[in-house]
């Protein structure tokens, strides 16, 4: 879920920036390149394959390591360039969490390694076994999501599901509230 990438990205970034700076991420730049990296895999490869059929699984272009690594590259050189490579490691750090989050995704998976979802077109993933659109997709995942933790005997699943993202709200919380504390520092003239 684009939710889930968001949290696990932040979490990996602000920690690594923790580690190398000793301070917490800063700066509405920063978090917006994150955020769009956490979530940039999906919003190039689901169209391409829900909404115009040029792949049979919504992993492939933007999820491949064979993309994704001379993309972040060339992101962190460019930034580098212009005296922004904090934006720079922001969205490449977004963008790998990304992958990194799908390969572990798959690791309960039954026939399908790790790896596969991040070496196209080395690897191409078999079509779906049910027909998808762009939306009908969107949808479906969704309603799925939300028809299966609503019932009862899913509170507990639903708890559990909620930890991580709390913790990385509470992690940014901790780190100043980096984008939005800015933004009102900005509105009030500070």
Do not use: C, N
Not at 49 to 67: E, R, T
């Amino acid at each position: 879920m684009p939710w889930g990438h968001a949290a696990f990205g932040y979490v990996l970034y602000s920690l690594g920036h923790r580690l190398v700076t000793g301070d917490p991420p800063a700066g509405p730049a920063v978090v917006v390149a994150l955020l769009f990296g956490t979530q940039l895999p999906d919003l190039v490869d689901k169209p391409l394959s829900w909404g115009l059929g040029l792949f049979p699984q919504g992993y492939s272009v933007a999820h491949s390591i064979l993309v994704a690594v001379p993309v972040g590259l060339g992101v962190l050189a460019l930034t580098a360039s212009r005296s922004r490579f904090d934006v720079g490691v922001a969205f490449t750090a977004g963008y790998w969490s990304h992958l990194l989050g799908d390969a572990i995704l798959a690791v309960p998976k039954r026939g399908i390694s790790p790896l596969d979802r991040l070496l196209w077109p080395v690897v191409t993933l078999p079509p779906y076994g049910h027909e998808t659109t762009l939306f009908g997709r969107i949808d479906r995942i969704f309603g799925e999501f939300f028809q299966s933790v609503l019932t009862t005997k899913h509170l507990l699943f639903l708890a559990l599901y909620s930890v991580p993202y709390l913790l990385a709200f509470a992690l940014w919380l901790v780190d100043g509230a980096p984008g939005i504390a800015h933004v009102r520092r900005t509105d009030s003239g500070q």
